[in-house]
């Protein structure tokens, strides 16, 4: 296995990451934000990254296969199915998560839901995938055994989060790097995750809302 170091690392884009993800989540910058819109903008400046970084390797990080788009939709589904479970026992067992949780759905009052559903399916999840996985959890899987590469950009994907001070929404965040790095890990592809990123987004942001 190679030695672990961090010469390639893709600090540029983990920057980029905390830096937008500050702006667009932290309470502190609230008043001057337009959520969805920057949502666009900040995930095309780390897809502008990651097309800088995977420059002449496209091909390779976006096979397409019968399986894989299998794997995309069946995982999505099974995701919303989980989340569901997990809401429904989140808020019996603890209450005062419903206020954290209704948060973040409060987000679909920004934008009409037809324009949110095409900005996450044809945009913002595709650009998140290209970057969590394709860039960072890519360059960890060639440094490290894959389930510490699984974990550790998992880990890194949630962490961004933080500034929302919402702990339902890091806790989500973990769980779906879990399982999008994992039909990375699996694939070689990230077709499967951008397509179980898109249409899970689609549906707990404005098909079947949670709440």
Known sequence: MPRWDLRGFPFGGLVLA??????LFSPWTAPAR???WGMVFATGTLLGYSAWVLRGQWEEVLQVEV??????IASAGLLYGLFWGGHAVLVTLFPESHAAIASIYRR?????????ATM???????????????????YMQRKLRPVWALLGSALLYALVHAWSGNLPLLVAAFVLGIAWGGLFLWTGSLVPGILSHALWD????????LQ
Do not use: K, M
């Open 18 to 23: 905390a830096a937008w993800w500050f702006v």
């Open 120 to 138: 996450l399916l044809v945009w913002i999840a595709p650009a998140e995938e290209i970057f969590w996985r394709g860039v960072l959890q890519r």
């Open 34 to 36: 337009a959520f969805w």
């Open 202 to 209: 689609v549906l707990v942001f404005v098909v079947i809302p």
């Open 67 to 72: 399986r894989g788009i299998a794997l995309g």
């Open 108 to 116: 679909r009052a920004e934008a009409p839901a037809w324009l949110i």
